[in-house]
C-alpha cells in the first residue's frame, strides 16, 4: 500500500511538473507589455532578452513573418532552461519565420533549443570589392548571423543562414553546443584583398563543440566553410564535426596558432573543398579522422602527436574515379520527415537510384530542394518504389533536402 501511494504521488508530481510547461507566443508586431498569448502576442525582442515570464520547459512559439530592428539588427537571447526542461525557440507549426539580422546568444542562456528559423540581412552587399580587412568602414549593412557568446549545452537545429556577413559565430564562452541540421550559404562579401565572412568561425577550449547534419558553401574565395581558428593565444580544442556536407568553394580548417587536441571529424562529405587539420602551432596533441570523402582536393593532417586516420578516401582533381554512383542519405535526427541527400555521380548517369529503406516506405511520395533555395518550389517530385528513389542528377555531384509526404 505504501509503494502505491509513493507511486501515485510520484506520477502526479510527473503530471504536475509536465503540465507546468506552457507555451507564448511573439509576433513581428507584438507588444511586450502583451500577455504573450497567441492572440496578444510579445515583440521577440524582450522575450529572447528574458524580460518576459519564459520559464524551464516552456515553448516560445513566432507567428509567421519578418522580424527586424535597426540599428541593433542582433536579438539578444538570455534564456535559461534546464537539461530535462529546455526552453524551444521554434515557429508555430506550419510558419516561415525569417529573422532579418540575427541573434547574440549571451550568459547565462543554457539549455535553450532555437530550430527552423531562417536567418539574413536585407540590405544588399557591396557589387565591387570594398576596403580589405575583417571590419571595414564601407562596410555599410548589419553583421547578422548566429552569434554564440556564452550559451551552455544550447541547440541550433534546422536553421537556414545566409546572406550575412558571417553565418554563425562559435566562441570560448559557448559551452557544448550542438549546431545540428543548419544550412549556410552565401554569406560573406568581397574586399580589394580576398573575400571575407566564414560559414562558420569558431574557437573552443571547455566542453565540446558539436557540428553535425549540416550543409555548407560558401561565396566568395578567400572564405571557409569551417574556420575553427585562432592565433597563438586562441584555443581550438574538442571539435567533433560529423555526418556534414561542404562542398564548392570553402576549405575546411580546423587549427591555429596554439597546440590543439581532441579534434574528431567523422563521416562528411566534401566536393571542391580541402580539408587540413592543424595550421601553424609546432606541434599538436590528438586527432581522428575516420569516413571522410574529400573528391577535388586533399586532406593535410599537420604536425599531430597521434593520429587516427581511417578510410578516408581522398580522390584528388584529375585523378581516376570510382564506377558508378555513391548517394548517402542522412536522416535528420529532429525531423522524421527530412533528410540531407548528397550524391557522387561517378559516370555522370542522367538517372541516378538512390536507397531510402528506413527513411521512404513503398509509396510514399518525396520532393527534393535545393539547400541554396530551401523556401522555392520543390525541384523535383517523386514516389519511393521498392524501397528506391530515382532521381535526374546530371552533374558529378549534387546536394538536396528530401522531403517526405508532402
Avoid at 559565430?169 to 550559404?185: L, N, Q, T, V
Avoid at 581558428?229 to 570553402?250: H, R, T, W
Wanted: aromatic fraction near 10%.
Amino acid at each position: 500500500m505504501r509503494l502505491r501511494k509513493v507511486l501515485s504521488v510520484c506520477i502526479l508530481l510527473s503530471a504536475t511538473l509536465a503540465s507546468s510547461a506552457a507555451q507564448w507566443y511573439a509576433a513581428p508586431q507584438g507588444n511586450p507589455t502583451n500577455p504573450g498569448t497567441k492572440k496578444e502576442p510579445w515583440d521577440i525582442a524582450s522575450a529572447l532578452d528574458g524580460k518576459q515570464k519564459l520559464s524551464a520547459g516552456d515553448t516560445l512559439y513566432l507567428l509567421a513573418g519578418t522580424y527586424k530592428r535597426r540599428p541593433e539588427a542582433l536579438f539578444e537571447v538570455r534564456l535559461a532552461g534546464t537539461a530535462g526542461k529546455p526552453i524551444y525557440l521554434r515557429p508555430v507549426p506550419g510558419a516561415r519565420v525569417r529573422i532579418d539580422g540575427g541573434l547574440a546568444v549571451q550568459t547565462p542562456s543554457a539549455h535553450v533549443w532555437i530550430r527552423d528559423l531562417e536567418i539574413f540581412v536585407s540590405e544588399p552587399v557591396p557589387e565591387k570589392p570594398i576596403s580589405p580587412g575583417s571590419h571595414p568602414e564601407d562596410l555599410k549593412r548589419p553583421w547578422g548571423g548566429l552569434h554564440m557568446h556564452g550559451g551552455k549545452k544550447c541547440k541550433y537545429i534546422n536553421l537556414v543562414i545566409h546572406n550575412c556577413n558571417q553565418g554563425i559565430s562559435c566562441w570560448k564562452g559557448e559551452i557544448d553546443p550542438e549546431i545540428y541540421g543548419c544550412i549556410i550559404y552565401g554569406n560573406g562579401w568581397l574586399g580589394t584583398d580576398r573575400g571575407h565572412g566564414h560559414c562558420i568561425y569558431t574557437q573552443n577550449d571547455e566542453g565540446i563543440k558539436r557540428i553535425s547534419n549540416c550543409i555548407m558553401t560558401c561565396k566568395y574565395d578567400g572564405t571557409y566553410t569551417m574556420h575553427a581558428y585562432g592565433s597563438s593565444q586562441a584555443y581550438v580544442n574538442n571539435f567533433l564535426v560529423e555526418q556534414s556536407i561542404f562542398y564548392d568553394k570553402g576549405p575546411f580548417l580546423i587549427g591555429g596558432g596554439k597546440p590543439s587536441k581532441n579534434i574528431r571529424v567523422f563521416a562528411n562529405f566534401l566536393y571542391n573543398v580541402p580539408m587540413r587539420i592543424g595550421y601553424t602551432a609546432p606541434h599538436n596533441e590528438n586527432c581522428e579522422l575516420r569516413n571522410n570523402l574529400i573528391v577535388n582536393a586533399d586532406l593535410d593532417i599537420v604536425r599531430y602527436k597521434e593520429v587516427i586516420d581511417k578510410d578516408n578516401v581522398i580522390i584528388k582533381k584529375g585523378q581516376d574515379r570510382p564506377k558508378g554512383v555513391k548517394a548517402t542519405l542522412l536522416p535528420n535526427r529532429f525531423d522524421k520527415n527530412r533528410a540531407h541527400l548528397v550524391i557522387y555521380n561517378w559516370d555522370k548517369t542522367e538517372i541516378v537510384e538512390v536507397a531510402a529503406n528506413g527513411f521512404l516506405k513503398s509509396g510514399e511520395k518525396f520532393q527534393l530542394f535545393d539547400p541554396k533555395n530551401l523556401f522555392a518550389a520543390p525541384i523535383f517530385e517523386g514516389t519511393c518504389q521498392a524501397g528506391t528513389i530515382r532521381l535526374p542528377v546530371k552533374a558529378e555531384f549534387a546536394v538536396f533536402v528530401l522531403v517526405k509526404g508532402r
